[in-house]
C-alpha cells in the first residue's frame, strides 16, 4: 500500500518538475528516442549541457498530464513512444544544432516537435533553424554589414587626402628648384 502511494507521489513530483521546466524555460523540443543506447544518450546530454541545455526522458502519461497543466495541450500529442524534451533558456541554434545532428547519427532518435516564441514548430523548421549560424555569428555580419559603408568612407577621404599631399609636395618641390 505504501508503495503505491509512494508511486503516486513520485508521479506528482515529476509532473510539477517537467510544468516548472516548461514555464520557466520559454524554448523546448520533443523527441522520441526508443531504441538509442544509454551512453549515446549520455554523449547527447553532455553536448547539450554545454550549449546552455538539458534534457530530460519523461513518461508519456506524464509528459502528456504536465503539458496540460502549463496549458500547451497541442503539444501533449507528441508524446508517443520513448519521449523526451530538451529545454533551453538562450539561443536555441546551438540545441537545434546538437539534436539535429544526433538524429542524423542515430535513426532512432527522431524530433517530433519544438516551442519556440510562444509557437510550436514542426521538426523540418527545427532542421531549418539548424542550418542557421550561430548568433555570434549573424551579429558578426550585421556589424560587418553596418561597418563596410563608413570604412569604404574613409578609404574615400583618406585616398583623398593622399592626393592632396602629393599635390602639395609635387607644388613644394617645384617651388623649391
Known sequence: MKATGFSRVSKDLIIKQVEKELKSQPIFFVTQHSTVSASSMDKLRAKLRKSNAKYLVVKNRLGKKAFEKANLKEIAGSF???CGITFTAGDPIGPCKILVDFAKENTAFKI???YLNGQMVSSDQIKAL?????REVLLARVVGGIQAPI???VQVLAGTLRKMVTVLDAIAKQKGN
Do not use: D
Not at 130 to 134: F, N, V
Open 112 to 114: 517530433q516537435t519544438g
Open 130 to 134: 539548424a542550418s542557421l549560424p550561430s
Open 80 to 82: 508517443t513512444g520513448a
Open 151 to 153: 570604412s569604404g568612407f
